[in-house]
């Protein structure tokens, strides 16, 4: 029994995980490589398959953990920050990572 549960959980998260795509969570911006304003509100916390999902930034100054707060730097680089979908159930738990740019603020 405890197998059969594991294996099932073990396919949903991985399903769940696989699932979660750019445009779940790239809000109002045109792409995951030009972030200007927040992300889609709220994040998504429960996949398709019912695994729970949180986030993290790995750059919080930029883009908060909830994805609702942008800081966009006023320099000529354009930081890269890693949004991290940590998805869980049960006991099995699988991450899914998203590369996301913001651009510098231009005068």
């Known amino acids: 029994m405890f197998t059969q549960t594991t294996d099932l959980n073990v396919a949903i998260v991985s399903s769940d995980a696989a699932s979660i795509s750019d445009n779940d969570i790239k809000g109002a911006n045109s792409a995951l490589d030009d972030i200007t304003t927040s992300l889609v509100n709220p994040l998504p916390a429960t996949a398709a398959g019912g695994s729970a999902i949180t986030w993290s930034s790995s750059n919080t100054a930029v883009i908060s953990?909830?994805?609702?707060?942008?800081?966009?730097?006023?320099q000529s680089n354009s930081p890269v920050v890693?949004?991290?979908?940590?998805?869980?159930?049960?006991?099995?738990?699988?991450?899914?990572?998203f590369t996301l740019i913001c651009p510098a603020l231009t005068d």
């Not at 953990?65 to 006023?74: D, I, S």
């Not at 949004?83 to 899914?96: F, H």
């Open 82 to 97: 890693t949004m991290t979908a940590t998805v869980q159930r049960g006991l099995i738990t699988r991450v899914k990572a």
């Open 65 to 74: 953990n909830n994805g609702q707060t942008v800081n966009r730097p006023v």
